[in-house]
Nanobody, 120 residues
Framework: QVQLVESGGGLVQPGGSLRLSCAAS????????MGWYRQAPGKQRELVAA???????NYADSVKGRFTISRDNAKNTVSLQMNSLKPEDTAVYYC??????????????WGQGTQVTVSS
């Protein structure tokens, strides 16, 4: 069994910052990509940022220059530093990881989601 546990969401004013963290635990053999998605009300879930185990990162155009993704491969964690937040960043943020478990099956795993609200 593999679990992703997120933390760090909340309410912040426009221009403020938040840091999201996600820890993977359980029967993990190896982790490939880890990333963050978000889903705003009435919209489809979209990729925010992702990072491979080798350090390659990818960002949505809407967050480039404002958000930074980082991984700690030794601790199986991924974080998202969000700066200069805008009201349009308001969404539920989900941690995602591509993981091969100890039974050697590779699957996509999701966290439970954490709410980020940007409002004055």
């Amino acid at each position: 069994q593999v679990q992703l546990v997120e933390s760090g969401g909340g309410l912040v004013q426009p221009g403020g910052s938040l840091r999201l963290s996600c820890a993977a635990s359980g029967s993990i053999f190896s982790i490939y990509a880890m990333g963050w998605y978000r889903q705003a009300p009435g919209k489809q879930r979209e990729l925010v940022a992702a990072a491979t185990s080798g350090g390659y990162t990818n960002y949505a155009d809407s967050v480039k220059g404002r958000f930074t993704i980082s991984r700690d491969n030794a601790k199986n964690t991924v974080s998202l530093q969000m700066n200069s937040l805008k009201p349009e960043d308001t969404a539920v943020y989900y941690c995602n990881a591509d993981i091969k478990s100890t039974n050697l099956r590779r699957s996509d795993y999701w966290g439970q989601g954490t709410q980020v609200t940007v409002s004055s």
